[in-house]
């Protein structure tokens, strides 16, 4: 098991930049690392995942080109890079990670996926 948590959340101006980090309790090689964030008023939704070296990552179609998403593994540590930020990626954000997702195969992009969540942190994005 791991026990996730994030920090790096914060309130910024359109166009600004924020990075989030999440940290591990324990080992995540093991684990794919991913986030999802929830808007006030709207269900949960995927942003990002990375294999479990770091070198492949995947997107929602909203942040792509904007976020990146990295890992270090020696720092059981996962990041979002997120630029250009907009109103509208306004919400809460979720660091996720589990060991049987494969994107490759079309999971890890459900809520349902991942057994271990941090307890989010807020992004607040003002025009």
């Known amino acids: 098991q791991v026990q996730l948590g994030e920090s790096g959340g914060g309130s910024v101006q359109a166009g600004g930049s924020l990075r989030l980090s999440c940290t591990a309790s324990g080992k995540i090689y093991d684990y794919y690392m991913g986030w999802f964030r929830q808007a006030p008023g709207k269900e949960r939704e995927f942003v990002s995942v990375i294999n479990r070296a770091g070198s492949v990552p995947w997107y929602a179609d909203s942040v792509k080109g904007r976020f990146t998403v990295s890992r270090d593994n020696i720092k059981n540590t996962v990041y979002l890079e997120m630029n250009s930020l907009k109103p509208e990626d306004t919400a809460i954000y979720y660091c996720?990670?589990?060991?049987?997702?494969?994107?490759?195969?079309?999971?890890?992009?459900?809520?349902?996926?991942?057994?271990?969540w941090g307890q989010g942190t807020q992004v607040t994005v003002s025009s």
């Open positions: 996720v990670a589990d060991g049987q997702v494969n994107p490759y195969r079309d999971t890890g992009f459900r809520e349902g996926d991942y057994d271990y």
